[in-house]
Each structure stands twice: as structure tokens, then as C-alpha cells.
């Protein structure tokens, strides 16, 4: 069974681990041996596969359950808050992430003279779909290319183009194919999340941002938060937020020096803004996360 292949291949790479990156590019793997409560994260373009087990995603106020049966697709860069539902030692929830290329999506698109989404309303950017067989096998013939180590520069950029293809005739085929298409609000969003991601420190005019986008302000606005379930300036402030915290995890940054660094010119209004988004100060979150990688690793 293809789903039990690809459980052992992930269970191998994942001894010992949660999360693994591959020698396959754009692609990782995760395990989680028990349920977790919601837990902030960022979550890209991107295709989520579970093959054990059961995860839950929360954006806004929706709520997206995944298992072997469903996968998760996000079309964008994504606030969210992501939980294990069904783990267990004896049958850990394991899976894979596979980022999207959105220049191939349009590739495909135009390649394969597919017809442009029927349905041009903006959804959020994220959704589930419906696991086929031949999806399925694609993602095995993907993950069997790391017993072939020497073979993976030229037919991982094959398959990934095939998993593209099987996506963009899958049940969410017409979100794809709205994202790929120059012109819709689906690709203004993304053009102005991609600008908010190069420029999160910077003051933020949404008037300016929507005329870079091509949007009037009040489109942007309402598009920006049926994708997102935030607003272009709470966007900004999570990319700020989240970004400290790397900073002040990874680079050894004090929380006033990593305040300035993303922007914020009141430390306190930063202290106050962090705990309200991760639910304790800045120094004493980072703290019990050291705390706790520190017992893991024991």
C-alpha cells in the first residue's frame, strides 16, 4: 500500500526528530509521537500530506482537519495555528511538506491550456483536498528518488512538475488556477504579501501598498483579509512579531534589540504586542523554549 510505504520512508528519515529537511528541494518531512495543543506557526505555499495520523489547522476562525484522506493546500503565506489531533509512539502522525512554485503552477496553466477558474470569488488561501491514488504515487515516486541520491537533480524537478500538475486537476484546482493568473485578486494579494514580506520593518502605508499592488484600497482591504483573516497592518505586525522571536531564539538578540531591529520604536508597545500574539513576554517565552528544546535534547 502506497501510504504505508511512504509512512516507513518518513518514519525512517524522522528517527529521533519532529521536523527533517531532505535533499530534495522544497521538500520536508514531520513526526509528532503525541497530540499538541494549537501552536503559532507560518505556513507557506505549500502542500501538506499526512500519512499517519491527524493535524488541524486553524486560521481565523476556520478550521481545517487533515488525515491520510485530505490534504492541506495553502496558496499563500498564511498566519495560522496548527495542532496534532492523533499521534501516538506506537503510530506517530507523519507526513511531508512540499512547497509550491507558483511559477510553475503558471507554467502548467498555460501549458496545458487548462481553462481559468469558472469561480473567480476570493476564498481564504487555504483548503483541503481530496487525497487521489494518483497523487499518491506521485509523492512516492518523489520520496523513492532519496535512495537515489545521484538521480535526484534531474527527475525531482520532473515529479515536483508532475505533483504541480496532478494539483492543478485535483478538487482544488481552481484556487490554483486563480492564484496563477495574472490579473485575478487572488494575485494582487500575493504580490502584496510578497512586498510586506521584503519590507516588514519599514512604515507601512496601505494607500501606497495598494497602488503598488494595482488595487484600490478598499479592494485590497477586503481581499487581503477573505485570504488572510487579517488586515495588511496585523500582517505586517505578525511577520514583525515572528520574526523577533527567530532573532531573539536563533541570533541571541536581547528584546529591545530585536524590537528595533523589526521596526517597532517602543519597546514596551513591542513587549505588549508579543505577548498578546504568543501569550507571554518576550523574555520569558524565549526562556521556557530554550527550556523545553534543552529537555528534548536530553
Known amino acids: 500500500m502506497i501510504r504505508a510505504t511512504l509512512a516507513r520512508t518518513i518514519g525512517h528519515w524522522t528517527a529521533g526528530t519532529e521536523d527533517r529537511s531532505t535533499p530534495i528541494p522544497d521538500l520536508a518531512f514531520f513526526r509528532r509521537e503525541a497530540p499538541t495543543p494549537p501552536g503559532i506557526c507560518r505556513v507557506e505555499p505549500s502542500v501538506v500530506l499526512v500519512v499517519q495520523g491527524a493535524k488541524r489547522m486553524l486560521v481565523g476562525d476556520d478550521a481545517y482537519a487533515y488525515d491520510s484522506e485530505r490534504f492541506l493546500i495553502a496558496s499563500l503565506d498564511i498566519p495560522a495555528s496548527s495542532e496534532v489531533v492523533r499521534a501516538s509512539p506506537d503510530r506517530p502522525c507523519l507526513g511531508l511538506v512540499l512547497k509550491l512554485d507558483l511559477r510553475m503552477l503558471a507554467e502548467l496553466v498555460a501549458q496545458a491550456h487548462l481553462p481559468p477558474p469558472k469561480d473567480r470569488s476570493v476564498a481564504r488561501g487555504m483548503a483541503l483536498g481530496t487525497v487521489t491514488p494518483t497523487l499518491l504515487e506521485s509523492f512516492k515516486r518523489l520520496t523513492d528518488l532519496l535512495d537515489e541520491p545521484d538521480a535526484i537533480e534531474v527527475l525531482a524537478p ?39 514580506k521584503a519590507n516588514y520593518a519599514s512604515p507601512l502605508r496601505v494607500e501606497e501598498l495598494a497602488e503598488r499592488v494595482h488595487m484600490s484600497t478598499s479592494s485590497l482591504h477586503h481581499h487581503f483579509r477573505e485570504l488572510t483573516a487579517m488586515s495588511p497592518l496585523q500582517y505586517q505586525k505578525w511577520l514583525r512579531l515572528s520574526e523577533a522571536r527567530r532573532l531573539m531564539l536563533n541570533e541571541g538578540f536581547d528584546a529591545a534589540s530585536a524590537a528595533f531591529e523589526v521596526g517597532y520604536e517602543s519597546p514596551s508597545q513591542f513587549s505588549r504586542e508579543y505577548a498578546r500574539l504568543f501569550g507571554a513576554p518576550p523574555k520569558r517565552y524565549v526562556v521556557s523554549l530554550l527550556r523545553k528544546a534543552a529537555s528534548v535534547s536530553l
Open 158 to 196: 520532473l515529479v515536483r512538475r508532475e505533483i504541480h500538475y496532478r494539483l492543478l486537476t485535483s478538487d482544488q484546482a481552481g484556487r490554483l488556477r486563480q492564484l496563477a493568473s495574472v490579473g485575478s485578486q487572488s494575485h494582487f494579494v500575493a504580490r502584496a504579501i510578497e512586498w510586506l
